[in-house]
Each structure stands twice: as structure tokens, then as C-alpha cells.
T-cell receptor, first 117, second 114 residues
Framework: KAGVTQTPRYLIKTRGQQVTLSCSPISGHRSVSWYQQTPGQGLQFLFEYFSETQRNKGNFPGRFSGRQFSNSRSEMNVSTLELGDSALYLC????????????????FGPGTRLTVL | ELKVEQNPLFLSMQEGKNYTIYCNYSTTSDRLYWYRQDPGKSLESLFVLLSNGAVKQEGRLMASLDTKARLSTLHITAAVHDLSATYFCAVDKIGSSNTGKLIFGQGTTLQVKP
């Protein structure tokens, strides 16, 4: 079974530009979550999508947005890039089993490393 | 607000030794996860702990959960160099405001020396 894939793997942008990152979840997974990883702040939750709906959002400015398509693939967009947006952006997918006996084990993609100059 | 703290943050150990990484969380959570991250790589799922007293083992790693103490431990037995990585614990809670959201600890970087 193919894992989570993310494209591109590396990006270099300049301040003020915008960027779109793509994520394809594991087949059958309908939930996609995005995280930002930096040395200073660690792993921080950005947002989660399920069935094309954003169900949860972390404490990030409105410059960070995302969407999910009917095939569960997801994209995130960052507009007006700032130096502090340089990070590893990780996408994770899960079966989103929320019942008492279920788990929300998330499987992570390889990440997109964004550098803002 | 749910917070997760790991200690130690850095651990240098000799091959063959045993050690434990601790993960404390601030409020009741529903599930606890352990992940491994190699330098420059993504996160690999190691364990999912669902209930109080849960214990899971894989090779030289064993994870346990004490929900009353809000504590999980990751025990390393007879460490080998291949275990060198950063280990993260994470928790989540059932509820609309927490859907799909994992709260991560700071990570523990393990360095196993020959």
C-alpha cells in the first residue's frame, strides 16, 4: 500500500510570494492533517480536512489556508510568505476512527521543506 | 489547553544500556502516540496507546501508558546505534475542537554511541 506522498519535496521562495503544497493520502484515508515543524516551535498543527471540509484549525494567521478535493488529496497555501514561514511542512492522513475503541493514528508523508529568502 | 512535555530532551547513551524517555501531558487525553523521526526525514509511527495500563513492545522499545498519572514512558532496552533518532510523543482528544489534531511533545533526541 502506497504511503502518504507530498510534492514538491523542496521549495525556495522569496518574501511576499505565495506557495502551494500538495498531499496525497493513503488510499482509503479521508482525513488529512497538516503540521509545521521548526526547530524553535517544534511540531504545530495547522488544520485538518475530512470529506472536503475543514474541521479544525490551529493558531496560524489567515495567510495559511488549505483545501481538500473529492479524492481526499489536499493542498495547503501560504500567501505573502515571511522569513518565519521557513519550515518542514508535514501532511498526515488517517482513517479518523473516533469511536471509543478507535484511534486516530496518523501516517506522515516525507514533508516539503520550504525555505523563504 | 492540552500540553505535552518530554524529558529528557537529549539523551546520549552507550550501546547495550537501558533508558527511559518520559512523556507527561497536562489534561485528560484520549490516546497517546509515539513517533520516531530520523534526521531530515518524516515521522514514523511506533506505538498507539489507547487505555490505562496499555503496554506495547516492538524490538528493543516498549511503551506504556498511565492515564491516572498522565504519563507515558518509552523504554529502550540494550540500545543499539540504529535506535539513534528523535522520539516524539503526541496526544489527542475526542471532540470537535480537537478533530485530527495531535499535540506533540518537544521530542527527545537519542544518540547511541558504540
Amino acid at each position: 500500500k502506497a504511503g502518504v506522498t507530498q510534492t514538491p519535496r523542496y521549495l525556495i521562495k522569496t518574501r511576499g510570494q505565495q506557495v502551494t503544497l500538495s498531499c496525497s493520502p493513503i488510499s482509503g484515508h479521508r482525513s488529512v492533517s497538516w503540521y509545521q515543524q521548526t526547530p524553535g516551535q517544534g511540531l504545530q498543527f495547522l488544520f485538518e480536512y475530512f470529506s472536503e471540509t475543514q474541521r479544525n484549525k490551529g493558531n496560524f494567521p489567515g495567510r495559511f489556508s488549505g483545501r481538500q478535493f473529492s479524492n481526499s488529496r489536499s493542498e495547503m497555501n501560504v500567501s505573502t510568505l515571511e522569513l518565519g514561514d521557513s519550515a518542514l511542512y508535514l501532511c498526515a492522513s488517517s482513517l479518523a476512527r473516533w469511536g471509543p475503541e478507535g484511534d486516530n493514528e496518523q501516517f506522515f508523508g516525507p514533508g516539503t521543506r520550504l525555505t523563504v529568502l | 489547553e492540552l500540553k505535552v512535555e518530554q524529558n529528557p530532551l537529549f539523551l546520549s547513551m552507550q550501546e547495550g544500556k537501558n533508558y527511559t524517555i518520559y512523556c507527561n501531558y497536562s489534561t485528560t487525553s484520549d490516546r497517546l502516540y509515539w513517533y520516531r523521526q530520523d534526521p531530515g526525514k518524516s515521522l514514523e509511527s511506533l506505538f498507539v496507546l489507547l487505555s490505562n495500563g496499555a503496554v506495547k513492545q516492538e524490538g528493543r522499545l516498549m511503551a506504556s501508558l498511565d492515564t491516572k498519572a498522565r504519563l507515558s514512558t518509552l523504554h529502550i532496552t540494550a540500545a543499539v546505534h540504529d535506535l539513534s533518532a528523535t522520539y516524539f510523543c503526541a496526544v489527542d482528544k475526542i471532540g470537535s475542537s480537537n478533530t485530527g489534531k495531535l499535540i506533540f511533545g518537544q521530542g527527545t533526541t537519542l544518540q547511541v554511541k558504540p
